[in-house]
């Protein structure tokens, strides 16, 4: 089954290890974004009444598409000051962690605190999306991501799939609020998956080419949003 994906998608022998461990990102990507949405999401339905939830609705997806931008602006300021594996490790670690925090403040059992997890693990979980096809763009040029992106960004389409999958589970062992650890562990197993990538890839821009790099990157994150 493997040997078949990588003919089909032409997936050569030395950048098969650098492939899969896209697509694992990928596959993180996909579970935090299933598992964090259903979380937020559960949350907020389940504790609010219904006038409330009618009432707030409509500024959960404005507050989604401020977050993310601000989001965005965030890691550009950030990208800029520091090098591309602090920016892009280091975003991952920090998100992990207002996803603890996250947990933590659930706890509290108010409105306010609902409405701004559905909107902040949102936030998360499209902020992942972007920086992993951000980063992967670091390491393929325009021919090889039209050759290798749909093997990689099917890793996302996986992860879908078995976060929904899990969840049950998951519910079962832990309960809905501490989905949100669970949350966290994959984005810090897709930080320590980015870490294994700077490590054993090189990426297609040299390195007097790196400012020329996070200027791309922080047009494809506005690109994206």
């Not at 591309?84 to 962690?97: E, M, P």
Request: proline content about 1%; overall charge neutral; some cysteine.
């Amino acid at each position: 089954m493997i040997k078949w994906l990588e003919q089909a998608f032409d997936v050569r022998p030395h950048e098969r290890r650098l492939v899969w461990l896209f697509f694992a990102c990928f596959l993180g990507v996909g579970m935090i974004y299933t598992i964090g949405a259903t979380v937020g999401d559960t949350l907020f339905l389940s504790n609010l009444a219904h006038a409330q939830v009618a009432r707030r609705l409509p500024y959960v997806y404005l507050g989604i598409a401020v977050a993310n931008v601000l989001s965005a602006v965030v890691f550009a300021a950030v990208q800029s000051r520091v090098s591309r594996t602090i920016s892009i490790v280091g975003t991952q670690v920090v998100l992990a962690v207002t996803v603890l925090l996250a947990r933590q403040l659930v706890e509290i059992d108010t409105g306010v605190v609902y409405f701004g997890l559905v909107i902040w693990l949102e936030a998360v979980a499209l902020t992942s999306v972007t920086l992993c096809f951000s980063f992967a763009g670091d390491y393929f040029n325009a021919r090889d991501a039209r050759r290798l992106f749909g093997f990689i960004s099917g890793g996302m389409a996986l992860g879908t799939v078995l976060g929904g999958a899990s969840i049950q589970l998951f519910v079962a062992l832990l309960g809905t609020k501490n989905l949100l650890f669970v949350a966290s562990g994959i984005l810090l197993s897709n930080a320590a998956l980015t870490a294994v990538i700077f490590r054993v890839g090189k990426p297609v821009q040299s390195d007097a080419h790196e400012s020329t790099a996070a200027h791309d990157a922080e047009l494809s994150l506005g690109g994206l949003l």
